[in-house]
């Protein structure tokens, strides 16, 4: 039997939906990037947000996936997103535990047989992450911590970098604090444009 964490199920009312623009066309730059990954493998804050809807290619030592939000606006939808992104198993049970079972796995090694050194989730459109299902939403924001640790514990690093528009940040932002994660600001200069 594998391993589980504890999560407590929130009683908050459910966020109404928003409505998404793309708008914004900045890349995050590497050395910022860079620097918040080694920080959240030595067990630094494992959530970033940005402005920056695209990430820089780092090497093969770091494995990055993409979610957008508006596919993960509930559980369901968050399984089914990060099944197809991260290649789960046709098995997996789209339940909570099924779904930690499936995080703690993302290390397994390439057709080349490469394990990355740091996983990143990249979630875009970030504000309608499980924006509704409040209760889902604080369980996931919770379990970040539990993945960063196994990984960490295992010798890899993971992370979550959350982009969104400069007009949600503040949004984003206090969401992640509210559920009690520290979140670290990798917003750039550059970007510009709105998604609200």
């Not at 494995?63 to 993960?72: E, F, N, Q």
């Not at 997103?81 to 991260?86: G, K, L, M, Y």
């Not at 740091?118 to 459109?125: K, P």
């Amino acid at each position: 039997m594998t391993e589980s964490h504890p999560h407590e199920p929130s009683s908050h009312a459910s966020r109404s939906p928003e409505s998404d623009h793309a708008g914004l066309d900045a890349a995050l730059p590497a050395p910022d990037l860079q620097g918040f990954l080694d920080a959240a493998s030595s067990g630094g804050t494992a959530v970033a947000v940005t402005t920056a809807t695209e990430l820089p290619d780092l090497g093969p030592s770091v494995r990055v996936r993409t979610v957008s939000g508006t596919t993960a606006t509930t559980l369901a939808g968050l399984y089914s997103s990060f099944a197809r992104v991260w290649g789960f198993p046709d098995h997996f049970g789209r339940n909570k535990d099924a779904f930690d079972d499936c995080m703690r796995d993302l290390d397994t090694p390439d057709t080349q047989g490469r394990a990355p050194g740091i996983v990143v989730v990249h979630i875009t459109q970030a504000h309608r992450l499980l924006d509704d299902d409040r209760p889902g939403f604080d369980w996931f924001a919770d379990s970040v911590g539990f993945y960063r640790d196994h990984y960490r514990d295992a010798g890899h690093g993971f992370a979550v970098i959350l982009s969104t528009s400069a007009s949600r940040l503040a949004e984003v932002r206090s969401r992640w604090q509210r559920a009690g994660v520290a979140i670290t600001d990798l917003v750039t200069e550059t970007s510009t444009g709105d998604d609200d």
